[in-house]
């Protein structure tokens, strides 16, 4: 048996706990106070619940790679160029707050590289850096947004790229999400960074949370730096999701909108003057082509007719 450090206490059988907990409910409801959530797997929720966004600058869009096969460990994303914006010597910053401690293994391994613990216990890694904010050994206390070094290709890195991963408490890599986006395992997804785009910090809200479980983002277009509109899609029920996220003037009510149009069928607009997003506007769309479009203050912007699958 192992042991615990604790007394031993008897066995109490798996209905005894349903009940006990049914009481314990009960009793909460009757004298007022919350009820507990109990969430089933803590340490992988948490990660999620962290809301981790792009190691990147404001407006950037890169590559997260979820390679399969040969990717060491497996699950890790490699943040790559896209399109003509080079990804080498960009800035790294914190996917979310935490304590940075900085690592140099040579021209081995990680290279210069980074791990963030964060207030949960979960971590992120970030490696191959050119360079770190930190000297090698030391740790600080980081905001989400803070740089933490830039992209080289240090260590045992064929090209210029970001390593990065996201770990449970326990250590183990677990399938990422970043700006409300899964990445899973055998996934290639451009996407934008919402990281230190003003409001003192950011938006804390995601694309990914406004349209809620089952949606992945599928595209967006930035708004300069005065928001992104994020298109994101659910293959359950062939629904397409449109969210206008800020990133100026965040949690002060200003003009925002989201616009969602399925070919043949009328424009649906979510707008006002909202703190944060516009949206979720959502349609049915499986086989059909979409516009879709969203608007901050003065800057406004509405596609072609695409995603037509």
Known sequence: ??????????????????????????????????????????????????NHKSPFNCNKTFYANNWTGGHNPSNSIDWQTYGSDAINGENVRATAAGTATFYDEGSTSYGKWVQIVHSDGTRTR????????????????????????????????????LHYEQRNASGTVVSPTVEGTAVPLGTKKAITSSNGCGGGGGNPYTAGQV?????????????????????????????????????TSVGTPSAVASTLQVEGGAVTTDSGNFSYYAGPVKKAAAGQCVKWGGKVGSTSWTSGWSHCG
């Not at 615990?4 to 907990?21: E, F």
């Not at 599928?218 to 397409?240: D, F, K, R, W």
């Open 211 to 247: 349209c809620g479980s089952g949606f992945t983002q599928i595209n967006q277009h930035a708004l300069g730096t005065a928001g992104t509109i994020v298109l994101m899609y659910n293959s359950s029920n062939g629904q397409n999701c449109v969210v206008t996220l800020k990133h």
């Open 126 to 161: 970030y490696a191959h850096l050119a360079s770190m904010v930190g000297a090698v050994g030391s740790s600080r206390t980081v905001s989400q947004g803070t740089v933490i070094g830039t992209v080289g290709s240090t260590g045992g890195s064929t090209g210029p790229h």
């Open 1 to 50: 048996m192992r042991n615990t450090g604790r007394a031993h206490r008897p066995a109490i059988s798996r209905r005894t706990r349903r009940l006990v907990i049914l009481i314990s409910a009960l009793a909460l409801a009757l004298t007022g106070a919350a009820v507990p959530t109990v969430i089933a797997n803590a340490e992988d929720a948490s990660i999620q619940a962290l």
